[in-house]
């Protein structure tokens, strides 16, 4: 197969060998996973991979964070240096991709594989910098469908990392310059925690009296709007923090800080989904959903993302709120990941200079 020695030479991980040759940035969109599978294989994966990476958000337009692409092991040189690049295939099989995963798995690696104690190898960086190379492999394709199934969850949070790590390093190289220490240091002081605000985003709105405040990033081209919110409170007297932060207290919080916009906006509970997660170092909860103006006077909506968490130190509960209007394009996925990422930032220690 050509170029092969140069595919052996980055899995030093996996198989222990070592090459020396200069890498490239990434390249391909944050979205775009590239999948190299045998052509007898790719029926049995196609369905579960669309699954775990082509999730629809409704936004309210259906938009995705992922989608997926079959490519043929002979076109490795062009994808190589993808930002995704996914090797399925299995050990007993014949074929270019499932003998080529083969050769990159160390002795050890494959005997791991055929006791059935892993399927699953992942590496940054491997043949790029901004690379996440993952192996999905076992003695029969059963079973590895089987294992995509039973780990979609793990899989799908695992290329969702690495989508944050690559957002993250955008925002804060590109505006490193420019980000707003002043602002975070005088966020601390005044209340107690800080965020890292990237320099699209003014405070806009302050009212200590109700434990708010609002940051706002318009666009200078197109109808897009952005806005971070942050609400907090003290936890409720005779409750832990778990029986407060529930469902209809996330819809009904979020309800009000919709009515401290100039235009007030409210959710609709059609689009509304919950999850826990962690934020921040935090276990929280999380409510995506679609908000909109109640009157047809001004008829206008967007997507919104909360996580509600408690704080120790500060005694507090904490609601961050991500909020888009775009109706232009079907950005607004994108814009709230970006989004999701400042808030991530949060913390109740002091930023440093």
């Not at 699209?200 to 081209?221: C, I, W």
């Amino acid at each position: 197969m050509r170029n092969l020695t140069a595919l052996l030479c980055a899995l030093t991980v996996l198989s222990g060998s070592a090459c020396e040759k200069t890498k490239r940035v990434a390249i391909g969109g944050d979205d775009q996973i590239i999948v190299m599978a045998d052509s007898l294989h790719w029926p049995a994966l196609l369905f579960p991979l669309q699954t775990i990476f082509e999730k629809e958000y409704r936004v309210p337009t259906p938009e995705k964070e992922f989608y997926i692409q079959f490519v043929n092991l002979v076109n490795f040189d062009h994808y190589r240096n993808y930002k995704y690049v996914i090797l399925a295939g299995t050990l007993k099989h014949n074929g270019p991709v499932s003998r080529f995963i083969g050769e990159l798995l160390s002795d050890d690696a494959k005997e791991v594989v055929r006791s059935k104690e892993h399927f699953w190898f992942n590496k940054t960086d491997e043949w790029a910098y901004g690379q996440l190379m993952m192996i999905l492999t076992s003695d029969s394709i059963v079973d590895l469908v089987d294992f995509i199934n039973r780990n979609d969850d793990d899989i799908y949070e695992r290329a969702l990392e690495h989508k944050n790590r690559l957002v993250s390093d955008f925002i804060y190289t590109t505006g490193k310059y420019l980000e707003k220490k002043g602002l975070q240091k005088q966020l601390f002081e005044k209340y107690g925690w800080t965020m890292r605000i990237h320099p699209d985003y003014r405070l806009t709105d302050e009212q200590p009296e109700k434990g708010y405040v609002r940051f706002y990033a318009p666009s200078m081209n197109k109808s897009l709007q952005r806005w971070i919110s942050v609400h907090w409170l003290p936890p409720a007297k005779d409750k832990s923090p778990d029986s407060v932060i529930t469902e209809p207290w996330m819809t009904a919080t979020r309800n009000k800080l919709g009515s401290w916009f100039v235009d007030t906006v409210v959710t609709v509970p059609m689009y509304d989904r919950y999850g826990r997660t962690e934020f921040a170092g935090y276990p929280a909860l999380e409510y995506n959903g679609v908000w909109r103006t109640p009157s047809p006077v001004r008829p206008f909506g967007g997507a919104f993302r909360s996580f509600a968490f408690a704080d120790s130190v500060t005694q507090r509960i904490y609601f961050i709120d991500l909020a888009v209007f775009f109706p232009e394009e079907q950005k607004k996925l994108k814009n709230l990941r970006e989004q999701e990422i400042i808030a991530r930032t949060f913390s109740v220690r002091e930023a440093k200079e």
